[in-house]
């Protein structure tokens, strides 16, 4: 029987919940929800839409005819090996040849202390997952890398941030957020740093400061993880020395060739030191069995028969182009009080907004105005970066880059106003994902 | 079987609901291709209209949230183009999307609906914001709810529960659009009633009640599949249900609205339906209200759909309903 309650209703057991996992989902599953920035990236894809929000490498510019040669003629020559299933740690021709690729970063290793793995996105994971149990500490650049942020939620790591400024990371930041985290008695596991070009900042860790950050990482026994996918693509001079060049031992490496050659061979790397190394095989073994053969082989191929430095100096003059462009145009329309970085190299322009605005909720009108770009706070796993958005300049051709900033320029401008209008700031709370996949343009 | 040969979904569009009209359309595609119907799925771009003139569809199922999907442009140019489509016509969509129309048409038929205002951001510019909202504030009462004039799945609506806030809430509005609807908050059990119509009048199908988790139906409990307890039937007393379903069917009227539609309301605590709005493209996801209550009644949502473009397929285009 049913029984009348107030609003006139009749009760009932339970509705629908469409989902009948929800209250079996892992603590770890909470913030993987429907969000209202990401949905507006699903218009950042059409045509119209400049978006400076992806990070995507303009593969375009390769040349396609010779890789697709290139993988013909491997599928015919050494097609049984090439589909076949392989060793954990990666071929080892491939590890031989990535080695060469570090020499230019001053790192001497070999190829027994590399493991290939799907992208650096996975080494990354690997690298959180033999380390971290629920609560440990993880040092990350403030802000940093939206999809390491993620993998280290997802490790239910607790992710404390570390100020830059133009030169990187903030060494005495660095030695103080160690210092209170000691008093505190947390237990920090490694610090992850992005040295070169950082993602989303755009800032590079000055030269004398790198021995700072490895000397008080020591002290401190922290292990130091180095992402350094953009470390070739420097506009300026020779590329900076990395980290693992001088610390063998506490630094784990992690490359890729996502950006020097294409994302879709989903090939990267881990340089460890060999325990480490060790775990990280087997840790490899368990996520995914073996990598891809075809793709490793693929790259292989590609680095020994074409001029892949040339191809990388090729790249770096696209993007100093496309930076200038967006540096140009900045300068030139951006309302007084917005403030930017000047990358020397990478992908990314990291933009203060004035104060009072809020980057997320100026997204809607961009989007409208056919701009997009990254709001920055998810790039911070605290309640940073409101006043902060990623602007990236991969993608876009030039044209289109000083159009969407006149765009932008002009969204800020509105948004400006209407705060004046209003005398406030919004506080609205927000839950979800505030960043776009990965293969957002 | 189906006389229905080329099916046309639309989907995606410009509009900050794409990627739920991205979503609805797949799932249309989906009930309707396991059915055997031949469906192509288009995104609205500068191929639509070439293609459509190459090879007309027998029928179009307008899946597109908000912007031209709702406004009756897209509709408009179905129209410029000959094609039979499911839904209203573009003058109906022109009124009923834009929600402070629809209220005062719906009130103007005895229907109710909360006390609201509606201003453009400019107002406020001249005016000045603070003494235009606290005028609003002594009139309408807190807690307020406001809300852009146009547009849906919650995005850029809150909740005011004091006059602090309310600054806050209108630049979150104004971000989603350039008029903001700033009605009465009605507490209350939130319903949602789908109206179908397939030849022999306007029929509510059964009242859907939504649930949050927390206590907001906002964007992430809307299309998160588990953050929302849903109700289909809604847990109301038959007179209460009838109530529902007969505002619904009384607003798809008034607004001169066509085969589909889904009029969201609030229950008081009275007992009363209170009018919200009414969405001319309903969602058709696997978290949407209409497939909820097609299920309730029993209805395969596929056969509905084709039912519908059936009856969209023998109309001729030349005489909208709008």
């Excluded at chain 1, 021709?93 to 001497?108: A, D, K, N, T």
């Excluded at chain 1, 985290?181 to 950082?198: D, S």
């Excluded at chain 1, 609205?428 to 293969?439: E, I």
Aim: contains cysteine.
């Amino acid at each position: 029987m049913t029984e009348e309650t107030d609003h006139g209703r009749t009760a009932a057991a339970h509705g629908s919940r469409i989902d009948n996992y929800v209250d079996r989902y892992a603590a770890r599953a909470t913030g993987m929800v429907a969000s209202e920035v990401r949905a507006l990236f699903a218009v950042a894809s059409r045509p119209e839409v400049v978006s400076l929000a992806g990070g995507m490498p303009y593969v375009t510019a390769l040349p396609l005819d010779v890789v697709g040669e290139l993988v013909a003629d491997l599928v015919a020559r050494r097609g049984p090996v090439a589909l076949q299933y392989g060793s954990g740690q990666g071929d080892p021709h491939l590890r031989e040849q990535i080695c060469e690729v570090m020499r230019l970063e001053g790192i001497e290793a070999g190829p027994d202390d590399v493991v290939v793995t799907v992208g650096s996105q996975q080494a990354l994971d690997l690298i959180t997952r033999i380390f971290i149990d629920p609560g440990d500490v993880v040092l990350a650049e403030g802000p940093s890398y939206v999809g390491a942020l993620g993998t280290f939620a997802a490790y239910q790591a607790s992710v404390v941030h570390v100020p830059m400024d133009e030169d990187g990371l903030i060494p005495s930041a660095l030695e103080e957020t160690l210092t209170t985290l000691a008093r505190m008695g947390r237990r920090v596991k490694f610090l992850y740093t992005i040295p070169n070009f950082q993602n989303p900042a755009g800032v590079t860790l000055a030269a004398e400061r790198r021995r700072q950050v490895l000397e008080i990482c020591q002290r401190a026994g922290v292990l130091v993880v180095e992402d350094n996918p953009y470390g070739l693509l420097g506009f300026d001079g020779e590329p900076m020395r990395a980290l693992r060049a001088d610390d063998p031992d506490g630094v784990v490496y992690l490359g890729s060739f996502s950006k020097t050659l294409a994302p879709g061979f989903r090939v990267g790397w881990a340089l460890a030191p060999h325990a480490i190394r060790d775990k990280l095989v087997l840790a490899m073994e368990s996520a995914v069995l073996s990598h891809s053969t075809f793709s490793q082989l693929a790259v292989g191929q590609y680095l020994a028969t074409q001029p892949w430095r040339e191809q990388i100096k090729s790249f770096r003059e696209l993007y100093r182009e496309r930076r200038d462009a967006m540096l140009s145009s900045l300068e030139a329309l951006m309302p007084p009080g917005c403030a930017w970085t000047r990358p020397a190299g990478g992908f990314f322009v990291w933009m203060t907004v004035p104060e009072g605005l809020d980057s997320k909720a100026i997204l809607p009108r961009a989007v409208a105005e056919r701009v997009a770009f990254v709001p920055g706070t998810g790039f911070f796993s605290d309640s940073q970066g409101a006043r902060q958005m990623r602007l990236s300049y991969c993608y876009p051709q030039p044209d289109r880059i000083r159009e969407g900033v006149r765009r932008l320029a002009g969204v800020i401008e509105q948004e400006m106003e209407l705060r004046a209008t209003f005398g406030t700031g919004s506080a609205r709370d927000h839950f979800g994902v505030d960043t776009p996949g990965p293969d957002l343009a | 079987m189906s006389d229905l040969g080329h099916v046309l979904v639309l989907a995606g569009g410009l509009s900050y609901e794409r990627e739920v009209s991205l979503r609805s359309g797949r799932r249309v595609s989906e009930v309707l291709r396991a059915l055997g119907i031949d469906v192509e799925t288009r995104d609205t771009d500068s191929s639509l209209v070439p293609s459509v003139l190459a090879d007309p569809p027998d029928a179009v199922f307008v899946t597109l949230h908000g912007g031209a999907g709702e406004d009756g442009a897209i509709r408009s140019v179905l129209e410029l183009l000959d094609v039979p489509y499911v839904g209203a016509g573009p003058d109906a969509c022109r009124v009923a999307f834009d929600k402070p129309t629809a209220k005062a048409v719906v009130r103007s038929v005895g229907l109710r609906t909360p006390e609201s205002v509606t201003l453009p951001k400019e107002t406020f510019h001249d005016l000045g914001a603070s003494a235009v909202l606290a005028r609003i504030v002594d009139s309408l009462g807190l807690p307020l709810f406001v809300k852009p004039a146009r547009g849906g799945s919650a995005l850029g609506a809150s909740m005011v529960a004091t006059a602090e806030d309310l600054p806050a809430a209108m630049v979150g509005c104004f971000a989603y659009g350039d008029t903001a609807l700033i009605e009465k908050y009605v507490e209350g059990v939130e319903v949602a009633v789908s109206v179908i119509d397939l030849g022999d009048g306007p029929v509510a199908l059964p009242a859907v009640e939504i649930v949050p988790d927390k206590g907001v139906y906002d964007y992430a409990a809307r299309y998160t599949a588990g953050h929302t307890e849903f109700f289909a039937p809604a847990r109301l007393s038959p007179e209460v249900a009838a109530a529902c379903a007969e505002m619904a069917v009384t607003a798809h009227t008034a607004l001169g609205l066509r085969d589909i539609s889904r009029t969201d309301l609030i229950v008081d605590a009275g007992g009363h339906p209170h009018f919200l709005e009414v969405n001319v493209a309903p969602g058709m996801t696997e978290t949407s209200l209409l497939p909820m209550a097609a299920e309730a009644a029993g209805r395969d949502l596929g056969t509905l759909c084709r039912s519908l473009l059936e009856q969209a397929a023998t109309r001729s285009a030349d005489h909208p309903a709008g």
